[in-house]
């Protein structure tokens, strides 16, 4: 098994690499980014639902780092549609977790094998054919696809909201699970007119843009599942009624000008009184990301 997860990591990074090339010493996706130093403030909402340290009542500091989807690190900022924001928390005795978001709420396929052969496929150039042949097969990719064609040039770091896509279960005092999703939600939004504007600015503007707005903040907001919601796909969002409330506030206060890049922000790190979803493309992660981080660390 731990096989087969080690050689479908090494294809997913080669995959990568056939598409968007070889970048020596960088990340093989989220390739460009900068690192924060945060606060979070849990308001002990989440705390009748689990016994994690960090959704209690007591602060923790945290480290953030936002960035630019591509393996590309000179990607024009404008020019690719999704971004990343991927916080560290840390527990008391040197414990760590990590929600990693991305700007869009739903995922490309419902498993790690379907977005690598769709890696494939992008990088042998298809017609439009190929491409209409890949949606009949993958119909759940739909979703995701029509979200990143309606994504407007990006403005700026601090006025998105992210979503960790994948469903994770909260477990309590007495042993209850409940499924929850993720979502951050910022201070401030911005508006339409500065939207248009940002399909003109420089390459790299977003870290500049938000050097300058700290500090700024984040609402983490937990939705609670109910009986029948996917729990297992990273392709399906859950009905919009569902119970929503705020679980914490972070504050982004400085930058971290010689950041530990040392890091790998792992999603399925989480502490007790929260467990992993069995969701395929969640648990293909870590091995993707340590054959990135090997890579990366060896200057290749
Ligand atoms: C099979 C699917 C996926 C593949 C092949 C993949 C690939 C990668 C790779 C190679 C890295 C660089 C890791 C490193 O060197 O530390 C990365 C980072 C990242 N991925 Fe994924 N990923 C997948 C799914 C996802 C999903 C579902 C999300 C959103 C929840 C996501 C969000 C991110 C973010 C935000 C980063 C940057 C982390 C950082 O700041 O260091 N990825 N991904």
Redesign the pocket.
């Known amino acids: 098994m731990e096989n087969n997860d080690n050689s479908l990591a090494e294809t997913?990074?080669e995959s990568?690499e056939a598409l968007m090339g070889k970048h020596p010493g960088y990340?093989?996706?989220?390739a460009k980014?900068s690192y924060y130093e945060a606060i979070f403030t849990p308001n002990g909402q989440a705390a009748a639902y689990t016994t994690a340290a960090h959704l209690q009542q007591k602060a923790v500091k945290a480290v953030v780092?936002f960035?630019d989807s591509s393996p590309n690190p000179k990607m024009i900022d404008g020019l690719s549609p999704v971004k990343?924001?991927?916080v560290e928390f840390h527990l008391p005795a040197g414990e760590v977790t990590y929600l990693?978001?991305?700007t869009v709420p739903v995922?490309l396929t419902k498993t790690?094998e379907a977005?690598v052969e769709m890696l494939r496929l992008a990088a042998e150039k298809p017609g439009p054919r190929d491409l209409v042949k890949m949606l009949i097969k993958y119909p759940e990719s739909k979703a995701a696809f029509r979200i990143i064609k309606n994504t407007k040039p990006f403005l700026s770091y601090s006025t998105s909201c992210y979503?960790?896509?994948?469903a994770f279960y909260f477990v309590n005092k007495e042993g209850k699970r409940q499924a929850v999703k993720y979502k951050w939600v910022p201070d401030e939004t911005f508006s339409l007119e500065a939207k248009k504007e940002a399909a003109i600015h420089t390459m790299d503007y977003l870290e500049k843009e938000l050097d300058e707005q700290l500090p700024v903040g984040f609402t983490l907001y937990v939705t609670l599942g109910e009986e029948g919601d996917p729990v297992d796909d990273?392709t399906a969002s859950w009905p919009e009624e569902r119970t929503t409330f705020a679980a914490g506030h972070l504050k982004i206060r400085q930058k971290i000008q010689q950041p530990n890049d040392q890091v790998?922000?792992d999603?399925t790190i989480v502490p007790r009184g929260i467990e992993c979803s069995a969701d395929p493309?969640l648990h293909?992660?870590p091995n993707?990301?340590a054959a990135?981080?090997k890579r990366?660390k060896m200057g290749l």
């Open positions: 997913a990074i990568i990340r093989r996706a989220h980014g780092r960035s990343g924001m991927s990693v978001g991305v995922f790690p977005f979503y960790p896509i994948h990273s790998i922000f999603p493309v293909a992660r993707i990301y990135s981080f990366r």
